[in-house]
């Protein structure tokens, strides 16, 4: 497979539960990102990770954790999120963080009830 | 902070109509420019890139940008759209030797056929 994969590609879940969204790139690269799209409002960056080291975590609360055990995965942790969380989550990877294009994976429809 | 403004929410078009979306930013140093579009259920997909050099730069598919320094600009433009071409659209900023991408809220265009 090649490219950003992004799993699962819908996720319904409750205020009180936990759970994961995994993303993987298949392209050699060295940074990962994750964003979230929320409706009428820009791609908003929430967390960038170079050679899996979190070099930006851009004011996100800490409900969401992510996690990169290596440079070709990229988690995001998710516990106690609120209804205003529910969004389109998509990550993406880069040669490297600085002068390179990102792509992007499919995204994870999150809704939290 | 960086803003990336694109001035049109929803374009509609005719198929053989000309196509140029408007992107201005804040940022008053040296930029990466980009445009990302996004097909119906599809992920984002790099148009096209501006780094440095020639300031009319072109991508696939028959667009091309034109970087105006002076204007902070970056607008994107097709001589003649296709039905295919409905999707959104996104222009995104990032300061030179930055690792943060900046998006604009995205234009909707459709083609009517």
């Known amino acids: 497979e090649t490219g950003v994969t992004q799993t699962p590609r819908h996720l319904v879940m409750g205020m009180t539960n936990k759970k994961s969204l995994k993303c993987e790139q298949h392209l050699g690269h060295n940074a990962m990102y994750w964003y979230k799209q929320s409706a009428k409002k820009p791609l908003e960056l929430m967390f960038v990770?170079?050679?899996?080291?979190?070099?930006e975590n851009n004011s996100v609360p800490s409900r969401f954790s992510p996690e990169c055990p290596n440079s070709s995965h990229l988690f995001l942790h998710l516990h106690t999120l609120q209804p205003e969380d529910s969004a389109l989550y998509l990550c993406a990877s880069s040669l490297s963080q600085f002068m390179y294009e990102q792509f992007f994976g499919p995204g994870t429809r999150l809704t939290v009830l | 902070a960086q803003s990336v403004s694109q001035h049109n929410h929803h374009v509609i078009l005719s198929e053989a109509a000309s196509l140029e979306l408007g992107c201005n930013y804040s940022?008053?140093?040296?930029?990466?420019l980009f445009w990302y579009v996004q097909y119906p259920g599809q992920h984002l997909q790099l148009l096209l890139k501006?780094?440095?050099?020639?300031?009319l730069v072109k991508g696939i598919k028959g667009f091309e940008a034109e970087f105006i320094k002076s204007k902070f600009s970056f607008n994107l433009r097709k001589p003649s759209v296709q039905w295919s071409d409905t999707a959104e659209y996104f222009c995104a900023v990032r300061r030179e030797y930055g690792n943060k991408l900046v998006f604009g809220a995205g234009t909707i265009l459709r083609v009517k056929s």
């Open positions: 501006y780094f440095s050099g020639d300031p």
């Open positions: 990770y170079s050679l899996e080291e979190r070099v």
């Open positions: 940022y008053g140093g040296t930029v990466n």
